[in-house]
């Protein structure tokens, strides 16, 4: 099949196709976000957790993918480099969350290295797909797409294609997200440690190293502090959004 622009696709096995390569012109960095608490769960036990549609965000995407689709396992990465101040405040990390446990009251993007993150795909048999944004609610037929940055107003139906489009498409309030998503056929996934070595960790803008570090080291898991501690990288917009 051609390659075509996003802007001129103009069936659904031709965006299907297009939003399978994710990471066909990306160079450096896509991103996790997460809590303290989960990151320290990644990295204590050595394995990445994947969810099912019953936990998505959207419910809506939720009742439009197929059985198959809610079978498999996924994961989701932000594909954008630009700080997303949306998705701080939807993971607690602008609002400070009111969980009894400390840890998962902070927020932490996990920084995942393109090159490694190809290499761990391969060797785990992950495969990786974009999320394309559309109107979901309502009228289902001549669509607007997004994904990334650029338009697709082509009409590709959705409601005749729902087999072929399943779990490759959200609402469009959610385009915000710029989401890509690693597939696999199980639940938990073991990391190699090159692979979580090439992993940093930087904090919310309204958290900081410091106040990461101390927690972990009033916690269970205080023993990884030691071996972690190098892949912290402050984040640049701390101190721009007041707490609250």
Same mark, same amino acid.
């Given at each position: &099949? +051609? ?6 696709l ?5 965006? *299907? +196709? ?6 066909? /012109? &990306? !160079?450096?960095?896509?991103? /996790? ?12 036990? %050595? ?9 998505? $965000? ?6 439009f ?11 989701? #990465? ?13 993971y ?17 993007? =996990? ?13 785990? !048999? ?5 999320? +394309?944004?559309? /109107? ?17 107003? @082509?009409?590709?139906?959705l409601?005749? $294609? ?7 498409? %959200?609402? $469009?309030?959610? @385009? ?5 998503? #690693?597939?696999?056929? $199980? ?7 090159e ?13 900081? =190293? ?5 927690? =972990? *080291? ?5 023993? =990884?502090?030691e +071996?972690?501690h ?14 609250k």
């Open positions: &099949m +051609a390659s075509k622009a996003f802007s001129e103009t069936t659904a096995e031709e965006l *299907k +196709a297009y939003l399978d390569k994710p990471l066909l /012109h &990306m !160079k450096y960095s896509v991103f /996790h976000y997460t809590s303290l608490y989960s990151l320290l769960e990644i990295f204590s036990g %050595k394995k990445l957790k994947f969810s099912q549609f019953d936990k998505t $965000n959207d419910k809506i995407e939720a009742d993918v197929n059985d198959e689709t809610k079978k498999k396992y996924f994961f989701c #990465l932000l594909r954008s480099m630009e700080e997303n101040f949306g998705m701080w405040a939807m607690g990390g602008l609002t400070k969350g009111n969980s009894d446990e400390p840890l998962k009251n902070i927020c932490v993007k =996990i920084e995942f290295d393109v090159k490694q993150l190809k290499k761990f795909m391969a060797e785990k !048999k992950l495969k990786a797909t974009a999320v +394309a944004y559309t /109107h979901i609610i309502g009228k289902k037929d001549n669509n607007i797409f997004f994904c990334g940055t650029v338009t697709n107003k @082509k009409g590709i139906s409601s005749k $294609n729902r087999d072929i489009l399943s779990g490759y498409v %959200k609402d $469009n309030a959610w @385009k915000y997200e710029k989401e890509m998503r #690693l597939w696999s056929e $199980n639940e938990f996934v073991d990391l190699s440690d692979f979580m070595k090439s992993l940093k960790i930087i904090p919310s803008p309204i958290s900081s =190293i410091d106040e990461c570090e101390n927690l =972990i *080291k009033e916690s269970k898991y205080k023993d =990884i502090l +071996a972690i190098p892949q912290f990288e402050q984040n640049k917009y701390q101190g721009l959004y007041g707490k």
